[in-house]
């Protein structure tokens, strides 16, 4: 019997790199079902580009007001039909065999309802061309209590049941960042994780507004993931544990210059020896080599 894929695909204002992502998901050794474009609101060619696309399994809707990446991928939630479903952002590129290994594994694993199927990447600076593999920490099996601690798997890798992501209500639109892992965590509730050590997509590092390269962005969504799951956190791992990684996004403000939101982030933790020495350095506005590995020694 044939195993069904929908591909959700979010974009803004991404003409010159959408076509070309959207062939890479459509020319796949295992074909998916129907590819969702859904178009937060673009103002450049994105809807005459893919209604020019020959490829009937190809399909575009428009959100009527800018409303984010994760709002986005609902809509196309809604809309699929398949079993499965499958992201991907309109700026990467899948390698070509990436549904193929994914279907296998669900396959070897009996047509298991309740697996999340992801991989590894490539990192690609498209400026100079340079590709570095990204290999992430293993996240596999019963994991739920792992990633309640670690940022989570690629989204652009990932393979869920349909079933599974409409029973979560779809993805969280109010998460700035960091929203595979918020969806991951949620996932691993009632899901078993399988971890493909092989790159399945090319992520590509480009000059555009990407969440990944806005540290702001990237600070609130840590943020924003780690308050959410405070309780979860600390009845697992303990509060010492939650304050080690509220902390440590903390530092990584410092580190990448944003000094406000840095302020704002340690006003509320309290007082001793951590917080007076993460404190001072944000004061100074300087990030030394080995500041987060005494933070941690010492939280």
């Given amino acids: 019997m044939h195993i069904g894929i929908s591909v959700i695909i979010p974009t803004k ?5 959408l076509i070309e992502c959207v062939n890479s998901v459509l020319e796949q050794t295992y074909g998916p079902d129907e590819v969702i474009v859904v178009d937060d ?33 609902n ?17 990467d590129l899948w390698l070509p065999d990436k549904l ?20 590894d990447a490539i990192k690609k600076n498209i400026t100079t061309g340079v590709e570095e593999r990204i290999t992430l ?29 409409m029973k979560l209500g779809g993805l969280d639109p109010l998460c700035p960042s960091h929203q595979e892992w918020d969806l991951s965590i949620r996932l691993a509730k009632n899901s078993r994780f399988i971890h493909i050590r092989e790159p399945l997509f090319i992520w590509q590092r ?22 959410k799951y405070k309780k979860e956190i600390t009845m ?23 000094y406000e939101q840095a302020k704002a982030l340690i006003r509320n933790q309290g007082i001793g020896l951590t917080v007076s020495l993460t404190n001072f350095f944000i004061l100074i506005k300087v990030y030394p080599r080995g500041l987060g590995r005494l933070i941690v020694l010492l939280t």
């Fill in 13 to 17: 204002n991404r003409a010159s790199t």
């Fill in 41 to 73: 609101h673009s103002d450049d060619d994105t809807k005459n580009l893919i209604s020019s696309h020959s490829d009937v399994r190809l399909k575009y809707v428009a959100l009527i007001e800018e409303s984010g990446a994760q709002a986005a991928r």
């Fill in 75 to 91: 809509m196309g939630l809604k809309m699929a039909h398949s079993d499965w479903i499958a992201f991907q952002d309109s700026d």
């Fill in 100 to 119: 193929e290994r994914q279907v296998a594994v669900i396959e070897s694993e009996g047509r298991d309802q309740c697996l999340v199927i992801h991989g």
């Fill in 137 to 165: 920490p293993f996240t596999n099996g019963n994991c739920y209590n792992d990633l309640l601690i670690k940022p989570a798997p690629f989204l652009q890798a990932m393979l869920a049941p349909r079933r599974l992501l």
């Fill in 206 to 227: 480009h000059e555009f507004e990407t969440i990944s390269a806005d540290p702001e962005k990237g600070v609130a969504g840590y943020d924003y993931v780690i308050e």
């Fill in 236 to 258: 697992t791992h303990g509060y010492r544990k939650w304050r080690q990684l509220k902390l440590l996004n903390t530092l990584n403000a410092l580190k990448n210059g944003c």
